[in-house]
């Protein structure tokens, strides 16, 4: 019996200080926020899932995620227009009869 009282102690103990650990972890985030224009700083979007009409999906990532992965599609669809352009002959110059 002596024993379970010792070990009831021993646990009771062991959630105090691990609260009072829990209860500074707060203050510590708080003071660690990061404004919304900060590289880490995390974005969360909500998209529609293709073929659904109803159903969407979250996607967080972090605001250099985010700019790297518009980065990679514009150039992706530049590389796609060049190609295009290059197949059919025409030279993108900016007006026509320029070039």
């Given at each position: 019996?002596?024993?379970?009282f010792a070990i009831g102690v021993a646990i009771a103990g062991m959630s105090i200080t691990s609260g009072a650990a829990l209860s500074?972890?707060?203050?510590?985030?708080?003071?660690?926020?990061?404004?919304?224009?900060d590289p880490d700083y995390v974005r969360c979007q909500t998209r529609r899932v293709l073929g659904s009409n109803a159903r969407r999906e979250r996607i967080c990532m972090t605001n250099r995620q985010w700019e790297q992965i518009t980065r990679q599609g514009n150039d992706d669809a530049e590389n796609v227009l060049g190609y295009r352009s290059r197949q059919s002959g025409i030279r993108?110059?900016?007006?026509?009869?320029s070039c």
């Open positions: 019996m002596i024993r379970v500074q972890q707060p203050e510590e985030e708080a003071e660690e926020t990061l404004s919304r224009s993108s110059c900016g007006s026509p009869g």
